[in-house]
């Protein structure tokens, strides 16, 4: 059942500021991450726990628009469910209790941080038009912190003023204690019990009065009512078990908070009579005993469902999905990936309309991450007519993890054994041709040749190294080996420094090991020829890539330049027709800069993969 919840804010002279209804799943209370590092809780935080009503503590934050908990009071964990006020710390205040945007509450708080006038409000909360909690709000600034100031108005103060109905006429059974006494009883708490109020009011609330007959130890609950009532903790549930004065067994669902009476501090006791479900439950539990007990040998979550007591699943299905009974969200569908959701719901759907059964593999979400699932589900009507359904669920993500990590090592073995005769296939290829062009180039030549060759050779295989150690072992960061090629080429040469501005750019062998002779052949010129004498200079380089993948590298330096009748599209140099070359053979250009000091090149390369 739909309950309508409503806040209204009035200013100090009972003015409606706003009014807003919340929306069915609308939460008032989101846990949310903490948002400053290293936040130390108020020195005067004991002073604020003291303080009757309770105080907020909030540090502006994101320029004003919001605001982080310092210090929060009881009144405003004990409305947002919290077991503590501790729990607030450090917490976005719009973003933790999202519903006082709408009720027009953050427009206030921002408007006294920005103008540091102090406002005051009543703050009313209702449900089904029935006023629940009045609270009396003083905002105020002082030192760069807002401090709201809270007062709630005793829950019998508000009875007195809007009519005792709201109490004695709640369909929950409500009973106050003080001093371990009951002071006050509703109608349902009279007809829940089988006493009268005269009987109930004055008794002891645990040792004498049936009512509070417990499974629990006395001094247990003990310890638990001074907590409360000292509000050290603020909430308590528990499934309470008593005689009522015919003599029967009641179970009831207890939740216990702090309260005031009279002034002073009293303890709510709020019971739901669940003895009803009593019943069902235990069945359900015998048979959730047994199918444990099956799950625990092996290692499969089982699966009961009929239109009467709906779903009931082993714990071993709990352990698959990582939740917590309580917080099931719905049934197994609701976990399923969004992908296969219908897939999967039109399955079930079938089997329960058509008494058939399947078997299938899915996926579904979990705190972990995504699991691979196996299901089953037979649907059969039993003598009655009524459609049952009993499968299983068994998690099989390591065995599908294992299949594919398989897979992928006989794939990557292949893949690797055709990728090594790839490349040297092409390494030798590439040599030779060094080795023809250098012989063509420097004829009776022969330590000449083989030690240009060796130098290429080495630095083909520096490249190797570079792979070798990458992450896939495939590719190369160009921007890491031109750091690299420059420290290794120039380590003995302090005096030609680098200057650079370079793209992360990453090539396959193809490509890497012709653009990484190219870059040490222009280096190597570099370092040979621009500075005579060991003068002082600079080489910059520039790497970038553009959203077609167009890599462009430019290499200046500041020597003496190359000779007036060098031709770039027609070298007669070793070293230029080998980098004019290989430029080609990787489809790119290459072109001289006109540059007023030194040499500079531009080579642009076009990447496929």
Same mark, same amino acid.
């Given at each position: 059942?739909?309950?309508?919840?409503?806040?209204?804010?009035?200013?100090?002279?009972?003015?409606?500021?706003?009014?807003?209804?919340?929306?069915?799943?609308?939460?008032?209370?989101?846990?949310?991450?903490?948002?400053?590092?290293?936040?130390?809780?108020?020195?005067?935080?004991?002073?604020?726990?003291?303080?009757?009503?309770?105080?907020?503590?909030?540090?502006?934050?994101?320029?004003?628009?919001?605001?982080?908990?310092?210090?929060?009071?009881?009144?405003?964990?004990?409305?947002?469910?919290?077991?503590?006020?501790?729990?607030?710390?450090?917490?976005?205040?719009?973003?933790?209790?999202?519903?006082?945007?709408?009720?027009?509450?953050?427009?206030?708080?921002?408007?006294?941080?920005?103008?540091?006038?102090?406002?005051?409000?009543?703050?009313?909360?209702? #449900?089904? &038009?029935?006023?629940?909690? $009045?609270? @009396?709000?003083? *905002?105020?600034?002082? =030192?760069?912190?807002? /401090?709201?100031? !809270?007062?709630?108005?005793?829950?019998?103060?508000?009875?007195?003023?809007?009519?005792?109905?709201?109490?004695?006429?709640?369909?929950?059974?409500?009973?106050?204690?003080?001093?371990?006494?009951?002071?006050?009883?509703?109608?349902?708490?009279?007809?829940?019990?089988?006493?009268?109020?005269?009987?109930?009011?004055?008794?002891?609330?645990?040792?004498?009065?049936?009512?509070?007959?417990?499974? #629990?130890? &006395?001094?247990?609950?003990? $310890?638990? @009512?001074?907590? *409360?009532?000292?509000? =050290?903790?603020?909430? /308590?549930?528990? !499934?309470?078990?008593?005689?009522?004065?015919?003599?029967?067994?009641?179970?009831?669902?207890?939740?216990?908070?702090?309260?005031?009476?009279?002034?002073?501090?009293?303890?709510?006791?709020?019971?739901?009579?669940?003895?009803?479900?009593?019943?069902?439950?235990?069945?359900?539990?015998?048979?959730?005993?047994?199918?444990?007990?099956?799950?625990?040998?092996?290692?499969?979550?089982?699966?009961?469902?009929?239109?009467?007591?709906?779903?009931?699943?082993?714990?071993?299905?709990?352990?698959?999905?990582?939740?917590?009974?309580?917080?099931?969200?719905?049934?197994?569908?609701?976990?399923?990936?969004?992908?296969?959701?219908?897939?999967?719901?039109?399955?079930?759907?079938?089997?329960?309309?058509?008494?058939?059964?399947?078997?299938?593999?899915?996926?579904?979400?979990?705190?972990?991450?995504?699991?691979?699932?196996?299901?089953?589900?037979?649907?059969?009507?039993?003598?009655?007519?009524?459609?049952?359904?009993?499968?299983?669920?068994?998690?099989?993500?390591?065995?599908?993890?294992?299949?594919?990590?398989?897979?992928?090592?006989?794939?990557?073995?292949?893949?690797?054994?055709?990728?090594?005769?790839?490349?040297?296939?092409?390494?030798?290829?590439?040599?030779?041709?060094?080795?023809?062009?250098?012989?063509?180039?420097?004829?009776?030549?022969?330590?000449?040749?083989?030690?240009?060759?060796?130098?290429?050779?080495?630095?083909?295989?520096?490249?190797?190294?570079?792979?070798?150690?990458?992450?896939?072992?495939?590719?190369?960061?160009?921007?890491?080996?031109?750091?690299?090629?420059?420290?290794?080429?120039?380590?003995?040469?302090?005096?030609?420094?680098?200057?650079?501005?370079?793209?992360?750019?990453?090539?396959?062998?193809?490509?890497?090991?012709?653009?990484?002779?190219?870059?040490?052949?222009?280096?190597?010129?570099?370092?040979?020829?621009?500075?005579?004498?060991?003068?002082?200079?600079?080489?910059?380089?520039?790497?970038?890539?553009?959203?077609?993948?167009?890599?462009?590298?430019?290499?200046?330096?500041?020597?003496?330049?190359?000779?007036?009748?060098?031709?770039?599209?027609?070298?007669?140099?070793?070293?230029?027709?080998?980098?004019?070359?290989?430029?080609?053979?990787?489809?790119?250009?290459?072109?001289?800069?006109?540059?007023?000091?030194?040499?500079?090149?531009?080579?642009?390369?076009?990447?496929?993969?």
């Amino acid at each position: 059942m739909r309950l309508e919840r409503k806040i209204v804010i009035l200013d100090e002279n009972n003015n409606l500021i706003k009014s807003h209804t919340l929306q069915e799943k609308e939460p008032i209370y989101i846990n949310t991450p903490d948002v400053i590092k290293d936040l130390e809780k108020s020195y005067h935080k004991k002073v604020f726990d003291k303080v009757d009503g309770g105080v907020d503590v909030l540090i502006p934050y994101n320029n004003g628009e919001d605001f982080i908990f310092e210090n929060g009071s009881f009144h405003t964990s004990e409305f947002a469910k919290l077991n503590n006020p501790n729990e607030l710390f450090n917490k976005s205040y719009n973003k933790a209790l999202p519903y006082l945007e709408d009720a027009g509450f953050f427009d206030i708080i921002r408007e006294v941080n920005k103008t540091g006038k102090t406002h005051e409000i009543i703050f009313m909360y209702y #449900i089904e &038009n029935q006023l629940i909690s $009045k609270f @009396y709000k003083i *905002i105020m600034k002082d =030192k760069d912190k807002i /401090y709201i100031l !809270i007062k709630r108005e005793s829950d019998f103060n508000i009875i007195h003023q809007e009519g005792l109905d709201l109490f004695y006429n709640s369909p929950d059974p409500l009973v106050v204690v003080q001093d371990k006494r009951v002071v006050r009883v509703n109608k349902a708490a009279e007809k829940i019990s089988g006493y009268n109020a005269h009987e109930l009011i004055g008794k002891d609330y645990y040792f004498k009065n049936p009512l509070f007959k417990s499974e #629990i130890l &006395n001094k247990e609950f003990d $310890k638990v @009512y001074d907590e *409360i009532l000292n509000r =050290k903790i603020f909430n /308590y549930t528990r !499934i309470l078990k008593f005689k009522n004065k015919k003599g029967e067994i009641v179970h009831s669902k207890v939740t216990i908070q702090p309260s005031t009476y009279n002034g002073k501090n009293a303890v709510l006791f709020n019971f739901i009579d669940i003895s009803e479900g009593i019943q069902h439950e235990q069945q359900a539990h015998r048979l959730n005993e047994a199918l444990n007990l099956v799950s625990e040998i092996s290692k499969i979550a089982y699966m009961y469902f009929d239109s009467e007591n709906g779903f009931i699943w082993s714990d071993e299905f709990f352990k698959i999905i990582e939740e917590k009974p309580e917080n099931l969200n719905g049934d197994l569908l609701n976990y399923v990936i969004d992908e296969d959701y219908d897939r999967l719901r039109k399955l079930n759907s079938y089997s329960y309309k058509n008494l058939t059964s399947h078997k299938t593999k899915t996926k579904i979400k979990t705190k972990s991450g995504i699991k691979d699932v196996e299901i089953y589900i037979n649907s059969k009507k039993d003598s009655r007519g009524i459609t049952k359904m009993v499968g299983y669920v068994q998690d099989i993500t390591n065995h599908i993890k294992t299949e594919n990590e398989l897979k992928h090592l006989v794939d990557e073995k292949e893949s690797l054994l055709g990728e090594v005769h790839h490349r040297v296939k092409n390494n030798l290829q590439i040599i030779s041709s060094l080795i023809r062009l250098d012989s063509n180039i420097n004829p009776n030549q022969p330590e000449k040749i083989l030690e240009s060759t060796q130098k290429r050779i080495n630095n083909m295989a520096f490249v190797h190294e570079q792979i070798y150690q990458s992450p896939d072992h495939a590719h190369i960061n160009l921007k890491d080996y031109i750091l690299s090629l420059y420290y290794d080429l120039f380590s003995k040469n302090t005096n030609i420094k680098l200057k650079h501005d370079l793209t992360d750019v990453y090539l396959n062998m193809d490509t890497a090991i012709p653009l990484g002779i190219i870059l040490s052949e222009i280096m190597h010129n570099t370092l040979t020829y621009a500075f005579p004498n060991n003068e002082k200079g600079i080489i910059k380089i520039k790497l970038n890539i553009n959203e077609n993948r167009l890599v462009t590298l430019t290499i200046e330096d500041n020597g003496i330049g190359l000779p007036e009748n060098i031709n770039i599209d027609n070298p007669t140099s070793l070293g230029l027709i080998v980098i004019t070359n290989l430029t080609k053979q990787l489809e790119g250009s290459i072109k001289l800069l006109n540059l007023k000091n030194g040499t500079g090149y531009k080579i642009t390369i076009p990447l496929t993969k």
